[in-house]
């Protein structure tokens, strides 16, 4: 059977009167729960693209036709992956996928359908416009999201994001402030302060105008997407959001959300957490017997040392470490002390100072007969 996921970010149903319920009816078509029913339609920009992608059992390619809204216009959709799950037909999986282009349907609104072996899918209303003015006036905010950057093993049957693919949409909605938010743990002595751990950061509210149920459940399942972006912005969602039931069709979402670039970092020794892909780097040195080394980007500053052992390990180590070979100006061996047991330690650098270029720093192992060190580096940009 052919399925068109809810992760689109154009909305699909069944057309089938056997299932009249709220998860097979499209919001300009519902009417269940009693609720009143007003009417809603997407909008896109008129200048832009989007792909959508569906899901079979068959490899026959679906038949693809834009109403506009009495006359239609087919299209093709294209087969741009499969998978063979086992020997038998019955289990193998084509994936198909279709561009929609906004500037041929200018000022127009339209709804899709895509069909194959006698199931129907049917789009929401869709009306293409000239955004442009709404966004730089914040009457309208874009959200991006997909799995890009996911890991090899991390299946989606409904969706497959090898293929490069990533989904935006238009809602009316503006962020405003929010409380700052995190945690701040310090331990007081007579004459000292020692920071033992500190997320600190500020976060926004996310909150629509009233939207149909399904946009805030898109906006909900595109916040989980390793990728989620607010105006080209990246962000983090924080908890759940508060859907405001208004006894329509059509629902207000408010969202606590957090740009990951103003994320504040550990200070304690639980690990490394990357939290960009450019702000803070991980350096990884691995069965740490003699003397090793690794490279500091211009613009980085050496924040702390998470130090472990390998599996094999027979024995406490100390190193040091400098920007020569047998330096000692970043980590000495007095305070490279590693034991064996207790699990990873935080070795945090004495000497943070920003590297203009980039620069070798080289680890080497000076005690520890038998031992097998092994060496996160967190690297903070400050350029």
């Known amino acids: 059977m052919l399925v068109v996921s809810q992760a689109n970010s154009i909305r699909f149903a069944v057309q089938d009167s056997n299932l009249p319920n709220p998860e097979n009816t499209l919001s300009h078509e519902e009417k269940y729960g009693g609720y009143v029913n007003k009417p809603y339609c997407q909008r896109f920009s008129s200048s832009g693209t989007q792909t959508i992608q569906m899901v079979s059992e068959i490899a026959t390619e679906p038949t693809i036709t834009i109403y506009n809204p009495s006359a239609q216009t087919p299209t093709t959709a294209t087969l741009v992956s499969s998978y063979v799950t086992d020997a038998d037909p019955l289990n193998w999986r084509y994936y198909f996928e279709y561009i929609v282009d906004f500037s041929s349907w200018e000022n127009k609104t339209i709804y899709i359908t895509a069909e194959q072996d006698?199931?129907?899918?049917?789009?929401?209303?869709?009306?293409?416009?000239?955004?442009s003015e709404d966004l730089a006036n914040g009457k309208l905010i874009k959200i991006e999201y997909g799995n890009a950057d996911k890991p090899a093993d991390y299946k989606n049957f409904l969706i497959d994001y090898t293929t490069g693919i990533s989904f935006y949409f238009y809602v009316a909605a503006v962020l405003r402030n929010y409380e700052p938010n995190g945690e701040d743990e310090v331990f007081t002595n007579i004459d000292q302060k020692e920071l033992i751990?500190?997320?600190?950061?500020i976060a926004d509210v996310l909150q629509t105008e009233e939207i149909p149920k399904y946009l805030t459940?898109?906006?909900w399942m595109a916040s989980k997407h390793y990728?989620?972006?607010?105006?080209?912005?990246?962000y983090e969602a924080e908890g759940v959001p508060d859907?405001?039931?208004?006894?329509?069709?059509?629902?207000?979402?408010?969202?606590?959300?957090?740009?990951?670039?103003?994320?504040g970092f550990d200070t304690d020794d639980r690990g490394l957490t990357c939290t960009t892909n450019d702000m803070i780097l991980t350096r990884k040195i691995s069965d740490l017997t003699s003397t090793d080394s690794f490279v500091v980007p211009a613009g980085y500053l050496m924040h702390d040392f998470i130090c472990g052992h390998e599996a094999t390990s027979l024995?406490?180590?100390t190193f040091k470490a400098g920007s020569?070979?047998?330096g000692d100006e970043f980590i000495t061996a007095f305070i490279g002390d590693v034991p064996q047991t207790g699990g990873n330690i935080s070795i945090p650098v004495h000497e943070q100072r920003v590297f203009s270029s980039d620069t070798t720093i080289y680890v080497e192992k000076v005690s520890g007969t038998g031992a097998k060190g092994k060496i996160w580096v967190q690297l903070l940009y400050n350029g």
Not at 227 to 234: A, Q, R, S, V
Not at 243 to 263: A, G
């Open 118 to 131: 006698g199931v129907t899918w049917k789009s929401e209303n869709i009306i293409s416009e000239s955004l």
């Open 197 to 201: 751990e500190a997320q600190l950061f």
């Open 217 to 219: 459940k898109l906006i």
């Open 227 to 234: 990728t989620f972006k607010i105006n080209d912005l990246e």
């Open 243 to 263: 859907i405001e039931d208004t006894q329509s069709n059509l629902k207000t979402l408010t969202y606590p959300v957090i740009q990951k670039n103003v994320y």
């Open 315 to 317: 024995a406490d180590y």
């Open 324 to 326: 020569t070979v047998g």
